[in-house]
């Protein structure tokens, strides 16, 4: 086999998977791309081949949606930090049990993701509203109602339930990888058990940590149903106003830039977010 043939054998066996990447991904994209410079005509919809930056100086300039990409990502940020502040803990509980009580509190955690987003939002809307059980159990001690459905709050809480999975499992696999030896070194040398995660355990999981935190933002960032369903016509968030944009106004090429400045958005605050907390893990490690 000659040198060549060696050198191209690699690129043959990914050409398969390569080619699929780009139907299904890239070619989407290029063509979303290209519509979100069409002109729009009220009238007669896009206009193939007349091409205009008007719809992403409206994204830009207009407050109506720096509102919504600001409260996108507040409650995204928000979200990703709370599922950290429950996720962690729980995968390390989860890491430190023996069966068969491991793998039936790791089903628990899995089997959210066995239902339906939808289901999942209809059953946070029952327990939230005005009549609802959580309203229920406020009434008992002397509280409410409380409006909760149709605010952040239901927002928020149904995105923790519906992204927490996301995190506990790349923390999990994180800590099987953490020799339990390094840990029960520090304990016998006097180290305190908060130091011992603090400077032990936290520095060798915090990769599982980072790739956690990517998923639930991203996922929390871009989510239509959950807003959708809790947040109302009035609570918006920019998965919506795509939503609302290519099927309520069918202004096709609004909907479009909408959504690509979101991914663009997305890739910058991952990336940023990703080098930072990267940056501070090699320092920790050394």
């Not at 935190?213 to 109302?232: D, E, K, M, N, R």
């Not at 920019?238 to 099927?247: F, G, I, P, S």
Request: aromatic content about 10%.
């Amino acid at each position: 086999m000659s040198g060549s043939t060696r050198k191209a054998t690699p690129w043959w066996l990914s050409a398969p998977a390569l080619l699929l990447f780009a139907a299904l991904l890239v070619v989407p994209l290029v063509l979303t791309a290209v519509l979100s410079f069409n002109v729009y005509d009220p009238a007669t919809g896009p206009k193939a081949g007349e091409f205009t930056f008007e719809h992403y100086a409206q994204v830009f300039t207009d407050s109506y949606y720096h509102g919504i990409f600001w409260r996108t990502f507040w409650i995204s940020g928000l979200v990703t930090l709370i599922c950290v502040l429950i996720g962690a803990p729980e995968a390390y509980v989860l890491s430190r049990m023996r069966n068969p009580w491991r793998s039936i509190l790791l089903l628990v955690v899995l089997a959210p993701l066995l239902v339906s987003v939808v289901v999942r939002a209809f059953g946070w809307s029952m327990l939230l509203g005005p009549e609802g059980a959580v309203n229920a159990m406020l009434g008992v001690v002397g509280i409410g109602p409380v409006k909760m459905l149709y605010t952040e709050v239901a927002v928020i809480v149904a995105l923790v339930h519906v992204m927490l999975p996301f995190m506990v499992i790349p923390v999990w696999t994180s800590l099987q990888k953490l020799d339990a030896g390094v840990e029960n070194a520090a304990l016998s040398l006097r180290a305190s058990h908060f130091t011992t995660l603090r400077r032990i355990v936290l520095p060798q999981v915090m990769p599982g940590i980072l790739s956690g935190s990517l998923i639930v933002f991203g996922l929390a960032a871009s989510s239509f149903a959950i807003p959708g369903l809790l947040g109302g016509r009035r609570l918006k968030m920019v998965a919506t106003v795509v939503y609302d944009e290519y099927l309520h106004e069918l202004n096709w090429p609004l909907g479009a830039a909408v959504a690509l400045v979101l991914l663009a958005a997305n890739l910058i605050v991952m990336l940023s977010y990703n080098r930072l907390v990267e940056g501070r893990y090699k320092k920790a490690l050394g």
